[in-house]
Every structure is written in structure tokens, then in C-alpha cells.
Nanobody, 125 residues
Framework: QVQLVESGGGLVQAGGSLKLSCAAS????????LAWFRQAPGKEREFVSH????????AFGDSVKGRASISRDNAKNTVYLQMDSLKPEDTAAYYC??????????????????WGQGTQVTVSS
């Protein structure tokens, strides 16, 4: 079992930055890779970024590429998502997710076994 707790969301003006955190706990969490997804009202959940605990397989969704970075602190079992140059269309609930190695695409929600409760990001114009 893996528990995920997101934090760091909030209200920010367009052009600003936010750093989201995902604290992971549970057994053998180092076997899991972590990802960020987001979901705006009325839209499907969208892939944002992915990383393994050793920093391999880092990927970003097209909508955030060039504006986002993902990092981790293994000592704290925490993964961070830094978002810069925020736009109103980045407004969404951001979710952290964990998965075991799988042939399912890292961009597919169905590949993830555990999800956090989400943190809301609102970007004002």
C-alpha cells in the first residue's frame, strides 16, 4: 500500500510559479514511479509529468513542456512539480499517482495503482 499526499496548490496570477509536493509513504515505495496528472472541470484527467525514484524516465505532457520540471527528494520520499509561466488554462486539480513497472503507457491513468486526494491550482488572468 502506498499513500500519497499532495500540497502546494493555491491561487496564483498568470505568469507566476508554483511548486507542488507529493509526499509518499508505505512499503517498498521505491519500487513505484510517480506521476502528476491534472483535471479541469468537465475535462478528462491529463498527464503532466512522470519520474522514477532514480530519476529515469522523466517525461512531460505537451501542455506543460518547457514550463515544468519534476524533482524528488528520496530522503523525504517526496516528489516535486515546479510549474512556471502559469496560464489560466493550467487551472485544475493536480493529482499525484504511483505505479509499479508496467507495459501500460506512463501517460495513461489506468496504469497507476494509487492516487492522492489532489491539490487545487487556480491561475487568474
Amino acid at each position: 500500500q502506498v499513500q500519497l499526499v499532495e500540497s502546494g496548490g493555491g491561487l496564483v496570477q498568470a505568469g507566476g510559479s508554483l511548486k507542488l509536493s507529493c509526499a509518499a509513504s508505505g512499503r517498498t515505495f521505491s519500487r513505484y514511479s510517480l506521476a502528476w496528472f491534472r483535471q479541469a472541470p468537465g475535462k478528462e484527467r491529463e498527464f503532466v509529468s512522470h519520474t522514477t525514484w532514480n530519476g529515469e524516465m522523466i517525461a512531460f505532457g505537451d501542455s506543460v513542456k518547457g514550463r515544468a520540471s519534476i524533482s524528488r527528494d528520496n530522503a523525504k520520499n517526496t516528489v516535486y512539480l515546479q510549474m512556471d509561466s502559469l496560464k489560466p488554462e493550467d487551472t485544475a486539480a493536480y493529482y499525484c499517482a504511483a505505479r509499479l513497472p508496467s507495459t501500460i503507457s506512463i501517460r495513461a491513468t489506468r496504469g497507476y495503482q494509487y492516487w492522492g486526494q489532489g491539490t487545487q491550482v487556480t491561475v487568474s488572468s
